[in-house]
């Protein structure tokens, strides 16, 4: 997906982390859900809670996404359209878009250790090893 925001297979939790750093109002980010496969979730910071709305991919590629209650359903061609849209104050969002963090390509979902193991066992040409008690 070609949006700086999207963020892949983040966490609750580091989602959260990432939108209250600074205490703005209005960050967001999208990422996949956790719970609905091939769902994802537009989450937005509002006074110091992180604000989850789900994303549905709908046919032919639109998309559309459940926000308050009332709100007309909208459908959406892009990605790019759905979070213009939604930058706009009173769009059913407990807040409207303000500012994308978006993914940096240093963050990891994990990290790769390297481990020397040549040496560890003395020089031995034996295929055991003696453990010591």
Request: net charge positive.
């Amino acid at each position: 997906m070609d949006l700086p925001c999207y963020h892949g297979p983040l966490s609750k939790k580091d989602c959260e982390t990432l939108l209250l750093k600074d205490g703005m109002d209005g960050n967001f980010l999208i990422r996949d859900s956790e719970s609905l496969p091939g769902v994802l979730c537009l989450c937005v910071s509002f006074k110091n809670l992180v604000y989850t709305y789900r994303i549905f991919k709908e046919k032919h590629g639109f998309y559309n996404m459940q926000t308050a209650e009332g709100a007309p359903k909208q459908i959406f061609p892009n990605l790019k359209e759905l979070i213009s849209a939604f930058e706009k104050p009173n769009q059913g969002l407990v807040v409207h878009l303000v500012r994308p963090v978006k993914k940096t390509s240093s963050r990891r979902p994990w990290r790769r250790s390297q481990i020397k193991l040549d040496g560890i066992y003395e020089n031995s040409s034996s295929d055991y090893v003696e453990v010591l008690p």
